[in-house]
């Protein structure tokens, strides 16, 4: 990346009205969890472009505002007497923004380019939870000119929902503080209501959920991993798969069935699932918002958590899935808030009363949820099959390499970016999965979604096992 004529830091303070010291949240738990088994940090971004004359006054504003208004921004790991992980939200401190002064011949284009181009690579810096705040923001100055602000958010101290409020604080220009419960509970607030007895019953109720779904499932979606002859170093590679004919294919299915779009998806990346792999019925972890429930709407922290849906694809018609997979994630949804150290003691339970562990390996993270139900449910797109058809050409598959480590066997991230495309980032174990068995799956995912795009009838092609077996 190109680096800047000058990189400047100025201190900018905050005061915020709530300061104190609490346990943790489940939605801060539960992405702790993570991080911690994947050895990664999980960050969000954003950025836009700025109005005209802004200064780095204006920014440092919005800045010190920002943090006053949200107490997660204020947030730092520490250990309480137990020696438990606990949170402390500060009163008032003091964090810094980045001036990032481009070369004066550089171009306006240019800075657009670079400030792309940070938002992609600076979520690569670590955070040190007990010592860095979760918010990291720059400005980007050519000529004197404040073009573009850039932020970083570590998923500790919010979710993509919370994120989606940060931007539309940042885009109001706001400065002034909330008065207490403006916009819902703190992190403080939810930590301790958490606690309560009527919030334990809930959790209780989804312990009981994950039970039913994880009691009988394999030790690993995909079987046990075994390395390949010759592969030694690289064990973890990703691919991302791009396309419009999918989309259009995808809409006309939710129109028809009157299913939102994210759900129609997750069927139809079952379906491919069953027919390449051979898995069904599919048990995969999803990411549920948990922004329904009473009060959360507008809670800044991280309020995510997973789920476990399983969907059953065998012999069925494409249809069918999608009503069984609406279903079913509604079910999910609703045992989606829960104490993570509670899931834990139920996975230990299960695992030493079967003899074997046993773990949910497919993950399927579906970017677009948090805005796709409000924008399509009511009435998606009408699609003709010559659109679909015409599309199909622009189809795009891109090998991107290896990566570093993976928790499940299969992640598939359902991207946010295009609109109007189907966009499969696909990250797997090759020690699991072949390279060409993963180009058939999401080539599949187009294929199914084409098949029953104006076909009610059209049948999931998944044998039932003792049917698939005979057939070999």
């Known amino acids: ?12 303070k905050f005061r915020g009205p709530e300061s104190g010291t609490g346990p943790l949240t489940w939605g801060q738990k539960a992405i702790l ?14 950025g836009f472009e700025l109005p005209a004359g802004s200064t780095v006054d204006d920014a440092a504003n919005v800045l010190s505002g920002a943090m006053g208004r949200h107490a997660a921004l204020r947030m730092r790991l520490a250990t309480d007497t137990s020696g438990n992980a606990c949170q402390e939200i500060a009163g008032s401190g003091q964090t810094s923004l980045e001036i990032l002064t481009l070369p004066d011949d550089a171009d306006p284009a240019f800075a657009k380019r670079y400030a792309a181009e940070l938002m992609e690579t600076w979520p690569l810096a670590r955070f040190d939870f007990r010592r860095d705040w979760p918010l ?4 980007i100055r050519l000529r004197g000119a404040c073009l573009y602000m850039v932020w970083v958010l570590s998923h500790l101290a919010a979710d993509g929902g919370a994120n989606m409020l940060l931007l539309a604080d940042f885009l109001a220009a706001e400065t002034t503080l909330p008065a207490p419960g403006e916009h819902g509970p703190t992190l403080l607030d939810l930590a301790r209501s958490e606690q309560t007895a009527q919030l334990r019953q809930l959790s209780d ?10 009691r009988n499932i394999p030790a690993q979606t995909f079987g046990a991993p075994a390395c390949p002859p010759g592969r030694q170093e690289t064990r973890y590679s990703q691919v991302r798969f791009s396309s419009a004919a999918a989309h259009l294919a995808m809409l006309s299915i939710a129109r028809r069935t009157r299913t939102d779009l994210s759900r129609v998806t997750l069927a139809v990346i079952a379906t491919a699932i069953g ?9 995969v972890k999803v990411a549920v918002s948990n922004r329904f429930r009473p009060g ?10 997973n789920s476990v849906v399983t969907i059953d694809v065998t012999d069925t018609t494409i249809d069918e899935v999608v009503a069984r997979t609406r279903g079913a994630a509604m079910t999910a949804g609703m045992r989606a808030y829960y104490d993570p150290d509670a899931l834990s003691e139920v996975i230990g339970r299960l695992d030493a009363e079967r003899g074997y562990p046993a773990r949910v390996t497919c993950r399927v993270n579906d970017q677009r949820a948090m805005v796709m139900r409000a924008e399509t449910d009511a009435s998606p797109a009408e699609v003709s099959p010559e659109q679909v058809r015409q599309k199909l050409a622009e189809t795009s598959l891109t090998w991107l390499g290896p990566r570093d480590h993976l928790i499940e066997q299969a992640f598939i991230v359902v991207e946010n970016r295009p609109a109007d495309v189907v966009s499969l980032l696909v990250l797997w174990d090759l020690w699991s999965l072949t390279s060409e068995q993963v ?26 096992v003792a049917e698939a077996q005979a057939s070999r």
């Open 439 to 464: 180009e058939a799956f999401v080539r599949g995912v187009e294929e199914v979604a084409v098949e029953a795009a104006f076909d009610p009838a059209a049948r999931t092609k998944v044998l039932p």
């Open 275 to 283: 027919r390449v792999f051979g898995v069904r019925p599919l048990t």
């Open 33 to 46: 969890q993570d991080m911690e088994a994947s050895g990664g940090q999980f960050t969000m971004n954003g």
């Open 136 to 139: 990291r923001m720059a400005v």
């Open 1 to 12: 990346m190109f680096e800047p004529a000058r990189h400047d830091r100025i201190a900018v």
């Open 205 to 214: 109720r989804a312990m009981r959920y994950f039970e039913s779904q994880l």
């Open 296 to 305: 959360l709407a507008g809670y800044f922290g991280p309020v995510s958590q």
